[in-house]
C-alpha cells in the first residue's frame, strides 16, 4: 500500500508530506488529512499522527489531574511522545508505513 513515490496532490514528495504529518502531533495530521485527498501513504500517516498523538495529548491532561502519580505517569507519556515523534517521522521520511500495534491498524482500515 505504500506509495512513498511520485507527488501528493500538494505537489510535494509524499516522503516529505509524511514526515510533515507528524511536525506538530495531532494537529499537522490534520492538517494533511483535510488538504491530502489522493495520496494514501501521506493520509496513512495523517491519521496515524492524530491518533497516536491525539490519544496521548489526552490522557497527559487527563493523569494531570491526578496528584502525585500522574505527574510521573504524565512525566514518561512525555518521553513516549518524544521517542514516538521521532521513530515515526524518521520511517514516514524513508517511505515506510511504519505501523504501531493499534494506530497502524486503525489508519489502514480508515485511509
Known sequence: ??????KTSMGMAPNIAGLL????????GIVFLV??????????HAIQSIVVFGVLSI????????????????????????ILW??????????????LPWAGDFSKRHV
Not at 1 to 6: C, P, Q, R, T, V
Request: hydrophobic fraction near 50%; charge should be negative.
Open 35 to 44: 488538504v491530502e485527498k489522493d495520496n494514501r501513504f501521506v493520509r496513512f
Open 21 to 28: 504529518c507528524y511536525v506538530l502531533g495531532w494537529i499537522s
Open 86 to 99: 521521532i521513530i515515526l517521522m524518521i520511517k514516514a521520511y524513508q517511505g515506510q508505513e511504519y505501523n
Open 59 to 82: 490522557a497527559s491532561v487527563i493523569l494531570g489531574y491526578i496528584p502525585h502519580i500522574g505527574v510521573v505517569i504524565d512525566w514518561f507519556i512525555g518521553i513516549l511522545e518524544l
Open 1 to 6: 500500500m505504500s506509495e512513498a513515490g511520485g
